[in-house]
């Protein structure tokens, strides 16, 4: 009379797990075999069975339940269940009696004889040949070092949909059974984004004398036009859902926030164009607290007169700071925010030099809008959800507004070409092959505790932040710590070059080393883009003395 273990059908067990309590009593049992009777009347055993090797309990990943094959495959072999072989499969098969009893990674012996025993009953069965179930006896278990479960696979971007659907979605609807989310991930991208990270810092550690495991690092990589995140690394243990550096480590970004400063300057062509001269020169200013605000050049050197471009290319502090008070604070406030920033920006001087703090995530949705040609497209993990009748929940069409002049645009692009040419971020020469052309910019922010580097190719838009997460400084530059990450990743990912093809309004001019309008003929003279009608009137002394045949070359290359 008392409630023991008794014997289920195969439907029994997928009836109770599915559907009912494990309790023990006779009342629990009845409905088990009432429903199980239901389930075999109305679907056949190869659907039941499937059910159940979908359902079955195969292991434990801390405080999750791995339950199914698909899982179960991911979870001792981290791959799909259709690249499995015989006797990966067979294990699997073997740990359906007992996955805790047979666990491989605990009793290995126990889980290769009862492996053995199902390639020993295909066999019989004969289902398989003798020499396959031979060769299937002598391979090794063959099971990865830790288990990882298939969504566990990229936490930090899993993180990111988690966050994006509680935004967007009731908690009710999120709660609901067989709901189908479709992400934006591109599995490839990631691993090698997070390959790139781990190797990266390793080398970097070993090289610069660094404790082991003292740096961090954080990726993300969008689509330019659509707005679709494609790899998102959060930290250097990529299997790790702790703290998501690239959606929470909000970090200052240093010279990444100049390409702003020269856009709002762009888009006023009257005043500002790529050749414009402006003066790097010392700066004191007079802050509301008392103190002074006094500062300087990375290479402590003033420059005096420079070109608008190539102040931008050898990121010169002073340079920078000159054109943008002549622009205003507002007018850079209000151009970042155009570009997607969200959070409040503060009105200081001190913010045209990167006394602004961002997540990873924050700056390539910045850069997104550069990348895009001036349009902004909020960046996402998720294209659609469907219910458990396939229905669309919710579609996540592609939003656009214009974000910048697409003129102004082109004018930054060409000059973010630059600095990647002969610039700041010269040394991806080193990374990427010789046809794929990419606009970027460093950034390195006080004592040199953060390395950043954000660019862009035809096709896709990545960031790459590497610092300590205690902040203490790592001795890195943009261009020494983030800028190998970001070149070894575009070169591996098949990026599509920028063809730096003017818009409508927009046409190259040639131009020497005064800023003066120039012919190809002219020594030093390099043609750059301007908005018609803004390219300057003084002419090279070359081109008078050789006549106007090369300057109107140049007007119509």
């Given at each position: 009379g008392k409630a023991v273990q008794g014997g289920s059908t195969l439907t029994q067990q997928l009836v109770k797990n599915f559907l009912l309590s494990?309790?023990?009593?006779?009342?629990?049992?009845?409905?088990?075999?009432?429903?199980?009777?239901?389930?075999?009347?109305?679907?056949?055993?190869?659907?039941?069975?499937?059910?159940?090797?979908?359902?079955?309990?195969?292991?434990?990943?801390?405080?999750?339940?791995?339950?199914?094959?698909?899982?179960?495959?991911?979870?001792?072999?981290?791959?799909?269940?259709?690249?499995?072989?015989?006797?990966?499969?067979?294990?699997?098969?073997?740990?359906?009696?007992?996955?805790?009893?047979?666990?491989?990674?605990?009793?290995?012996?126990?889980?290769?004889?009862?492996?053995?025993?199902?390639?020993?009953?295909?066999?019989?069965?004969?289902?398989?040949e003798a020499a396959e179930a031979s060769a299937a006896r002598s391979a090794d278990l063959g099971v990865s070092a830790r288990g990882v479960a298939h969504?566990?696979?990229?936490?930090?971007?899993?993180?990111?949909?988690?966050?994006?659907?509680?935004?967007?979605?009731?908690?009710?609807?999120?709660?609901?059974?067989?709901?189908?989310?479709?992400?934006?991930?591109?599995?490839?991208?990631?691993?090698?984004?997070?390959?790139?990270?781990?190797?990266?810092?390793?080398?970097l550690e070993r090289v610069r004398n660094l404790p082991a495991n003292s740096l961090q690092a954080a990726v993300v990589v969008a689509s330019a036009q659509q707005g679709e995140i494609e790899a998102l690394v959060g930290g250097r243990d990529n299997r790790f859902a702790g703290f998501n550096r690239a959606l929470d480590a909000i970090r200052p970004i240093g010279s990444l926030v100049k390409p702003a400063v020269y856009l709002a300057a762009l888009t006023q062509p009257k005043r500002f164009t790529l050749s414009t001269r402006i003066e790097d020169a010392p700066v004191d200013l007079a802050l509301p607290n008392g103190q002074r605000w006094q500062p300087r050049n990375y290479d402590r050197e003033l420059h005096g007169i420079v070109a608008?471009?190539?102040?931008?290319?050898?990121?010169?502090?002073?340079?920078?700071?000159?054109?943008?008070?002549?622009?205003?604070?507002?007018?850079?406030?209000?151009?970042l925010q155009a570009l997607g920033?969200?959070?409040?920006?503060?009105?200081?001087?001190?913010?045209?030099?990167?006394?602004?703090?961002?997540s990873p995530l924050e700056v390539a949705q910045l850069y997104q809008g550069l990348a895009s040609g001036g349009f902004h497209s909020p960046l996402r993990a998720i294209r659609e959800v469907l219910d458990a009748e396939q229905t669309p929940l919710q579609r996540y069409p592609l939003t656009v507004r214009k974000a910048a002049d697409p003129s102004a645009v082109f004018l930054l692009t060409r000059n973010l070409v630059e600095v990647v040419e002969r610039g700041t971020g010269a040394g991806l020469s080193r990374y990427l092959p010789n046809d794929l052309k990419v606009a970027g910019k460093t950034g390195t922010t006080n004592d040199l505790r953060d390395s950043w580097f954000a660019g862009y190719a035809a096709d896709r838009v990545a960031v790459v932040w590497v610092g300590r997460d205690d902040n203490a400084p790592t001795g890195l530059t943009g261009a020494t710590g983030a800028l190998p990450v970001w070149g070894e990743l575009?070169?591996?990912t098949g990026s599509a070059p920028l063809r730096l093809n003017p818009p409508a309004g927009v046409a190259y001019r040639w131009i020497d080393e005064a800023g003066r309008l120039a012919a190809d003929h002219c020594q030093g003279a390099v043609a750059y883009p301007f908005i018609v009608g803004s390219e300057p009137s003084e002419r090279s002394d070359c081109v008078e003395q050789r006549g106007l045949g090369g300057f109107f070359r140049g007007l119509f290359d």
């Open positions: 494990p309790e023990r009593s006779l009342t629990r049992k009845f409905n088990e075999a009432l429903m199980a009777l239901i389930v075999e009347s109305r679907y056949d055993k190869d659907e039941i069975l499937e059910a159940y090797a979908n359902e079955i309990f195969l292991g434990q990943d801390g405080e999750r339940a791995i339950h199914g094959f698909g899982l179960g495959a991911f979870f001792y072999f981290n791959r799909p269940l259709a690249e499995l072989e015989l006797h990966e499969t067979a294990l699997l098969v073997g740990l359906v009696k007992g996955a805790s009893f047979y666990n491989p990674r605990r009793h290995p012996q126990r889980a290769l004889d009862r492996r053995n025993l199902v390639i020993d009953q295909m066999e019989r069965q004969g289902m398989i969504s566990h696979r990229v936490p930090a971007f899993v993180d990111l949909v988690r966050r994006q659907l509680r935004r967007d979605y009731r908690e009710e609807d999120l709660t609901s059974e067989g709901l189908r989310i479709f992400s934006t991930l591109d599995p490839w991208i990631q691993r090698r984004a997070e390959e790139g990270v781990r190797g990266r810092l390793q080398r608008l471009h190539d102040a931008l290319a050898r990121s010169l502090n002073l340079a920078t700071v000159h054109l943008g008070l002549a622009v205003g604070l507002d007018t850079v406030i209000d151009q920033i969200a959070r409040e920006v503060p009105a200081y001087p001190s913010l045209l030099l990167g006394a602004l703090s961002l575009m070169a591996s």
